[in-house]
């Protein structure tokens, strides 16, 4: 059973020029228009990304099909608004380009394939546990890397440049600084810039199989693909990624954070068997609503069409939740993954004391954690301090809500100690 966890009556607003453009958008629509003003055929997208590069190569054939099923999904699914197709044609162009840029880079530099990815970090849990705080405290220590956000954008630009590249850093900001023009809300519920982390799921999208594409469409059969998909692909493609931006940039250690990881332990262990990986644990129902919000947020801003979550049962619903939760805690109870790579952080320890909860997670991934480090976590707390862009205001669950879905919950929270929020 699917919680009703947003209120369909009250729609987002948006600003008053996205309204205009997308009333213009209706009257191309009704006249049959729309679909010639802005193609998203995969011809015309592969060779509008041709013609900007000059390159031909898109390298192996594995993702011709997952672009496929996508293509077709926002064709007969996503109920795009006009400002959805825009933003969509523009950013599979993108995904395009990155495979056109990598594809020839590797190429020209075979020894790429060869850069060692030496004991990854991987943060992974439920959205809205403090898996992004936790990517940002990490990414404050000189001795670890993660992708940014505007590297995921300009991959092979990033690589080439070993990072940097002015030009394309800024295109980035823009870029990030054009979804919050589209749907200002956005800025209270994830900071977005070009040079902040981004998620790993961002990372290997120009494999198109890739929920973080998910989290943009209301599409049921493409959700439905990259669930069955072989995780082996997409480790594939993270590796590739991680190794380009690597090869001019060696000597510090990769981290990365997205919940993909945490239904696909095994397969990440099998791509990365020294890999760490650290667990952020919150209260599941808090989890919920929250993220609830935040895709009904990505969802408006590129259909007109409210809030449903048919692909994400697994963090929207109750019982699959927790079978998620509970999926993990078994892979880890029979060994089918180690036990002894994993550290647990709590999110009410991570928010009331963060040196300690920290320093747990630095003796877990095998890093000193001394003086400077508190001072550095210190200092960008005090920086950033909770609200700073804004309240992330939500609908939480009613009490009927409460007592239907808090028993699935039950034996993750006795196990990791996590305290109810709502």
Not at 137 to 162: I, Q
Not at 294 to 309: E, G, N, V
Not at 342 to 355: A, C, K
Not at 409 to 414: C, G, I, L, M, N
Request: include cysteine; aromatic fraction near 10%; hydrophobic fraction near 40%.
């Amino acid at each position: 059973m699917t919680e009703l966890l947003v209120d369909p009556k009250a729609p987002l607003p948006r600003p008053e020029w996205v309204d205009q453009i997308n009333a213009e958008g209706r009257m191309w629509k009704a006249a049959g228009m729309l679909s010639d003003m802005v193609p998203l055929d995969k011809d015309s997208l592969i060779a509008a990304a041709r013609l900007e590069t000059g390159l031909f190569d898109l390298g192996d054939a594995d993702w011709e099909e997952p672009l496929d099923v996508l293509l077709r999904a926002l064709d007969e699914e996503a109920e795009l608004n006009l400002m959805g197709r825009l933003a969509s044609r523009s950013e599979i162009i993108l995904l395009l380009r990155n495979r056109l840029k990598i594809t020839e880079l590797v190429r020209r530099h075979p020894e790429i394939r060869e850069q060692p990815i030496v004991a990854p970090i991987i943060i992974t849990g439920l959205p809205r546990t403090g898996t992004s705080i936790m990517q940002e405290l990490l990414n404050l220590d000189p001795r670890l890397r993660t992708p940014l956000f505007w590297e995921t954008y300009f991959m092979g630009e990033a690589a080439e440049s070993g990072g940097d590249d002015p030009f394309h850093r800024k295109l980035g900001d823009e870029i990030a600084r054009q979804w919050i023009r589209i749907t200002p809300q956005i800025a209270t519920m994830h900071e977005t810039a070009g040079h902040i982390p981004a998620e790993d799921a961002t990372l290997w999208n120009f494999s198109f199989v890739s929920d973080a594409i998910m989290s943009f469409y209301q599409i049921p059969s493409y959700h439905a693909w990259v669930n069955r998909a072989d995780p082996m692909l997409i480790y594939k493609y993270h590796r590739l990624a991680l190794q380009a931006l690597q090869w001019k940039q060696p000597g510090r250690r990769w981290f990365g954070k997205t919940l993909y990881h945490l239904g696909c332990l095994p397969k990440l262990f099998e791509a990365y068997p020294d890999a760490r990986v650290i667990h952020t644990h919150r209260d599941p129902l808090r989890s919920m609503a929250s993220i609830a919000n935040l895709l009904r947020t990505f969802y408006w801003q590129r259909s007109d069409r409210d809030f449903d979550s048919p692909g994400f049962e697994e963090i929207m619903v109750g019982k699959a939740t927790a079978d998620r939760l509970e999926q993990a805690m078994a892979w880890r109870k029979a060994g089918a993954v180690p036990d002894d790579h994993f550290v647990d952080s709590r999110y009410q320890d991570l928010m009331e004391d963060p040196i300690n909860a920290m320093r747990k997670v630095y003796q877990g991934i095998g890093l000193s954690f001394d003086a400077a480090a508190a001072s550095r976590v210190t200092d960008y707390l005090a920086y950033k301090p909770k609200h700073k862009l804004g309240t992330h205001r939500y609908r939480t669950m009613s009490p009927d809500q409460i007592a239907r879905n808090r028993p699935y919950f039950e034996h993750y929270q006795r196990q990791f100690g996590v305290p109810d929020e709502i």
